[in-house]
């Protein structure tokens, strides 16, 4: 096979593993919004914290260390202990549930019944604040996340696949830590799906975002599902946080990781969850066939941010609810 | 919401806000947070310490104490004009912002102010020629002589010959990223390598086409210019590729021990570009573990000593305290005014001798500043990380960079910035 | 007390419909005119002008146009900082090109530059609706940002591609490079927000106002009663846009004095605007003046009151900021949800009946 068509699937597998990392954040948005119609602008600062959180755990760092400090006078920075990764994960996991409970006793149970735009504007509100608690809890330097991920691209498939082409290929790339987060995605979406379709209050949850009233009304309890939604949207807010922070390091930026997820929003649809997986395919792959082809050889690169809007504006003025959005029915 | 509360409170919070006068007053345009408060939290821990340091042991300068007034820009350039507005009514002899947005801003409006901005190793280039800047200083180095520097190592792993060699250019995809391109250009041409430039958009979370490009590619050398989180992916998705660690060189922004910490050992190996030596192996250390740390006067935890991005901290200090004393020296009175800080800084002499009395011998290069040449002497050295052992050291000596290619480029923007602004040339 | 109809006759439907129908807030309106006019520039220094007032007003425009467009039209953008970037670098390559020419000249055709592109990607609001838009205006945003920092020419094959405004006058006056006095600056920005504030007030309570106004509560409804969507949401889209043109020339130029389009027209900016009109009330003026006083003064006042008030360290007081800002627009949500100039609203018809509400 000729070497530019090896590149070209090399560069479209890569932008599936890509997408699965875009729709991990997106599948977040998506939980939400389906259950409750609010657009979470927080979800990205929601990954951010959650990982702050699961390395402040893991190092035993004290938390608030730098406010203590400063009022005491003291020097506290580190309780001295270390916990394994998996108690950590589902320490901050139960974390993100006492944040969902907080976020619906103190602000959500207080705009029942105002529009979408005031609930957004809530969930704005909310970033801020979590962007300033996570710092002042855990501080703003950039921290190692080692939960045992592996990480560098697999050599198997790299010697397995050199024989294919040319001089100048090498085998296919593909990094081990993309290979995970495809198959812990694919668990997640699978349970979710699961956890929806045969548990109680998975089906309640499911009747919620159907009909607010009629749920009500068949004796669904309301503020009990949005925690409970909230709490998953946390839950996958950790394992994005984890997937994109064990590259980086948990910083500031991660927090920037829901803009990626706007796109494969606005592509798939904002109540779907395997819209969110296709579009987060869809834009992955575009994107970076995009850049490979047309982008980076004849446009200077760094294309791919604006090309996945451009294709998102397309697929919407063929489809203007989305990939798998609801059909939207206008009466007068 | 009532405006006239606020506007009477904010008068308010003003009016006691303002500190008492202090003789010499450093504002430290730092960012703790935000997206580069991970470079910037070491950065401004050494330069406030250094000056607490001086505080502590010596009683300040010449006899006149020193304020360090922070003010948190988050690498903003509206919090940044914020911030040099309300500390410019206190006095502030020098600013030094660690943000090349908001040193554009400031070159401007410092210089109409008549209070100098100083720049070390960042900020823009052309502001060597102290000709048409007449206020800015970036000794001793900047991009341009970082970017000859590290084309000076690849020519001395290859034995002065980069003929037919490929170079690629990793670089954060605005004004400082873009800085090193032409000089990097002109090299490419003088030596005949092939150098392809290949942006990352900010903040670059995402890097796999860059880097499956370079996998394609197969460059010989890679050169960075990042900052932020850019900084550790790049490092990771290089190590991720299996590209030769030892062919990668970042400049000294690129260079910082929380760039390399994330990727671990996988790193080891990795360059970059640096103007002032690291470890904490210096006299200097001590004497701010004594008299700062321990006293519990540190800016920060007191844990960043030694780290790449805190020494130049301690570097931008110390050469300001020389240029405070220069100027004391020159007119007469330890209580100087900015004016006066401008003349200290452009009569700056800096010797071996010196620095060794500090307690930092052998830390940057000596050198003078004139009133032509603001950039210094535009020598660097190269770093490499161990990742095992998680230091930083020295493989190199601090070298010259290519005045050839670099001087006619900083004379060409810098004369275009006085033609667009009908600066007359000085120092006749 | 003060505070009534009672003894104020209309004597013509002209006077019946006036923005301030009570005398009162007319003489408020008046005062607040002569004391910016007339007070302020006499005593402001570089401190206010610099990080207080010129911020506050450029920003207003921005939230005017913004607030034009999705407030009153009902379409959501979020490419606010793209078209502020499009005023900017066509307010800088105008001012490089033609030195000569007032300023005056150069922002207003930067908008109007702006107003064209805004119409540009504003087609694909005829077929794509609601939050769904916001995916138009965000490739706007990132592909007008690409671009400028892409293509030499914008920013005259300066090495780092950042811009610089150089010294422009009007009328003599200087009004952007270093040397520029604070009342020049705060009275060249207070201009362009008392003739665009006016216009946008105008605008929407005539048919124009009207017709947007009908598309945003329901575009169907509006058609069948004569409404022509393709008129009405592209007049939104470059009105807007022509506000926003004008907001990015005056912030590059006039505020900033140098620019680099990612850092100063990113993404962020676009969100920061349309937190303004939300915060401050979708679809008022008054609103829009509120929410960017909120955004724009409030991290201001806190970070003098707990870094220079207290002493507290810097950055504790940057994470504390944001932790009260948020709190802030969530408290002022559970309180009031349809913003500022609700509450202000709200105020107003309590004020009418103190101090005997019965």
């Known amino acids: 096979m000729p070497d530019q068509l090896l590149f070209a699937i090399e560069v479209t597998m890569n932008g599936l593993m890509a997408g699965v990392l875009y729709a991990l954040v997106a599948l977040g948005f998506v939980l939400i919004f389906k259950a409750s119609g609010i657009f979470n602008y927080a979800q990205g600062v929601m990954a951010l914290f959650a990982a702050m959180t699961l390395v402040g755990i893991q190092n035993g760092q004290v938390p608030f260390a730098h406010l203590i400090n400063a009022v005491f006078g003291t020097e506290v920075h580190h309780f001295g202990w270390h916990v394994p990764a998996i108690l950590a994960i589902l320490l901050t996991a139960c974390v993100m549930v006492l944040f969902a409970w907080i976020v619906e006793r103190y602000v959500l149970k207080h705009l029942v019944g105002q529009p979408d735009i005031i609930l957004f504007m809530a969930t704005i509100g909310l970033a801020y604040f979590m962007e300033g608690f996570g710092d002042l809890m855990w501080g703003a330097d950039i921290k190692k996340l080692d939960v045992g991920l592996p990480q560098g691209g697999s050599f198997w498939l790299e010697e397995n696949t050199a024989w294919l082409g040319g001089e100048g290929f090498y085998g296919f790339f593909i990094d081990k830590l993309d290979m995970v987060a495809t198959v812990v995605a694919a668990i997640l979406v699978a349970s979710l799906v699961a956890f929806s379709q045969y548990t109680k209050q998975g089906r309640a949850m499911r009747a919620v975002a159907d009909d607010h009233q009629a749920a009500l009304s068949v004796g669904v309890s309301l503020r009990f599902i949005w925690v409970l939604v909230w709490s998953l949207a946390g839950f996958v807010a950790l394992v994005a946080g984890i997937m994109w922070g064990a590259k980086s390091g948990v910083q500031f930026s991660l927090s920037l990781i829901a803009l990626k997820a706007l796109p494969v929003l606005m592509l798939g649809g904002f109540t779907s969850i395997p819209g969110a997986i296709v579009g987060g395919l869809i834009i992955g792959v575009g994107e970076k066939l995009f850049e490979f082809l047309i982008g980076a050889p004849f446009l200077g690169g760094a294309t791919e941010n604006w090309f996945a809007y451009m294709l998102a504006l397309l697929f919407l003025v063929f489809r203007p609810q989305g990939l798998f959005g609801e059909k939207i029915i206008e009466r007068v | 919401m009532n405006m006239k509360k606020i506007a009477a409170a904010s008068v308010a919070a003003l009016m006691v806000g303002t500190p008492v006068l202090a003789d010499l007053v450093f504002p430290s345009l730092s960012y703790r947070t935000g997206p580069y408060a991970a470079g910037g939290i070491p950065y401004a821990d050494g330069y406030s310490d250094y000056f607490t340091l001086l505080n502590e042991r010596d009683g300040g300068i010449g006899g006149a104490a020193i304020q360090v007034i922070e003010c948190e820009t988050g690498y903003n350039t509206e919090k940044g004009v914020e911030c040099y507005e309300s500390t410019k009514g206190q006095g502030a002899l020098v600013y030094n912002p660690l943000s090349t947005g908001i040193t554009y801003q400031l070159i401007p409006k410092a210089t109409a102010d008549n209070i100098p901005l100083y720049t070390p190793g960042y900020g823009r280039t052309s502001a060597a020629n102290g000709k048409v800047f007449s206020h800015v200083f970036n000794f001793p180095a900047n991009y341009w002589n970082a970017a000859s520097l590290a084309v000076n190592h690849l ?274 | 007390m003060l505070y009534r109809e009672a003894g104020d006759f209309k004597t ?347």
């Open chain 2, 155 to 428: 020519l001395a792993e290859n034995g002065g010959d980069l003929n037919g060699k490929s170079v690629a250019l990793v670089y954060h995809n605005s004004a400082y990223g873009k800085e090193p391109i032409r000089t990097l250009e002109g090299l490419a041409e003088k030596h005949g390598f092939k150098l392809t430039a290949i942006p990352v958009d900010h903040p670059g979370q995402e890097q796999k086409s860059q880097w499956l490009q370079i996998r394609r590619e197969k460059p010989d050398y890679v050169l960075m210019w990042g900052w932020g989180v850019m900084n550790q992916v790049a490092i990771q998705e290089a190590a991720n590729i299996r590209f030769p660690m030892e062919n990668f060189v970042g400049v000294w922004w690129s260079g910082g021990d929380h760039d390399v910490a994330p990727a671990g050992e996988s790193a080891t190996g990795y360059k970059a570009v640096t103007f002032h030596a690291v470890g904490s192996d210096f006299p200097v250390f001590d004497d701010i573990q004594k008299h700062v740390v321990e006293t519990g006067k540190a800016a920060g935890a007191g844990d960043n000593i030694g780290k790449a991005i805190y020494n130049r901290g301690v570097y931008a200090a110390m050469l300001m305290a020389e240029a405070v004393s220069k100027a004391q020296e020159i007119h007469g009175t330890p209580d100087i005014t900015a004016a006066m800080m401008r003349d200290g800084m452009e009569a700056l002499e800096i010797t071996d001798a010196r620095m060794a009395e500090l307690g930092m011998g052998g830390f940057g290069p000596a050198f003078s500043v004139s009133c032509e040449n603001h950039g210094g002497p535009g020598t660097g050295a190269i770093q490499q990380w161990d990742g095992a052992a998680g230091t930083w050291s020295l493989i190199s000596e601090f070298g010259g960079s290519d005045m050839d290619v670099i001087q006619p480029l900083i004379d060409a923007d810098s004369a275009a910035y006085a033609a667009e602004n009908n600066i007359e040339a000085g120092c006749n």
């Open chain 3, 12 to 358: 013509s439907y002209q006077k019946d419909s006036q923005t301030f129908p009570l005398k009162f807030d007319r003489m408020g309106y008046w005062t607040v005119m002569v004391v910016a006019f007339l007070v302020v520039p006499f005593v402001i220094n570089d401190y206010w002008a610099n990080a207080v007032a010129v911020p506050f007003l450029i920003y207003a425009i921005a939230a005017l146009g913004l607030n034009i467009l999705t407030g009153y039209a009902g379409q959501v953008s979020l490419g606010t900082g793209g078209f502020m970037a499009v005023g900017a670098y066509a307010c800088y390559k105008l001012m490089t090109m033609f030195p000569e020419v007032s300023m005056l000249v150069h922002v207003v055709l930067a908008g109007g530059i702006t107003a064209l592109v805004g119409v540009l990607f504003g087609l694909p609001s005829l077929r794509i609706k609601g939050f769904y838009l916001a995916v138009a205006t965000l490739a706007a945003q990132f592909f007008l940002v690409w671009l400028f920092n892409k293509v030499p020419w914008f920013y005259n094959y300066s090495a780092s591609g950042q811009i610089n405004a150089p010294e422009r006058t009007v009328f003599g006056i200087i009004v952007t490079g270093p040397n520029t006095e604070a009342w020049a600056k705060y009275l060249f920005c207070l201009i362009f927000v008392v003739v665009l504030a006016w216009i946008a007030r105008n605008l929407t309570r005539g048919m124009t106002g009207r017709k947007w106004m009908a598309i945003r509560d329901m575009d169907i409804a509006a058609e069948i009663i004569g409404v022509n969507p393709l008129m009405a949401k592209l007049t939104a889209f470059a009105v807007s846009s022509f506000f926003v043109g004008i907001a990015g020339a005056l912030f590059f130029s006039i505020y900033l004095g140098a620019a680099e389009v990612g850092e100063a027209f990113g993404i962020q900016k676009s969100f920061l605007i349309l937190f303004m009109i939300i915060i401050g009330g979708l679809g008022s003026i008054f609103g829009s003046f509120a929410g960017a006083a909120f955004m724009v003064l409030m991290p201001v006042f806190l970070k003098n009151v707990l870094v220079g008030g207290l002493g507290w360290p810097t950055d504790l007081a940057a994470h504390l900021e944001f932790i009260i800002v948020g709190g802030l627009i969530v408290v002022f949500l559970i309180l009031e949800p349809h913003g500022l100039a609700q509450l202000w609203r709200l105020t107003k018809e309590k004020l009418r009946l103190w101090p005997f509400p019965h």
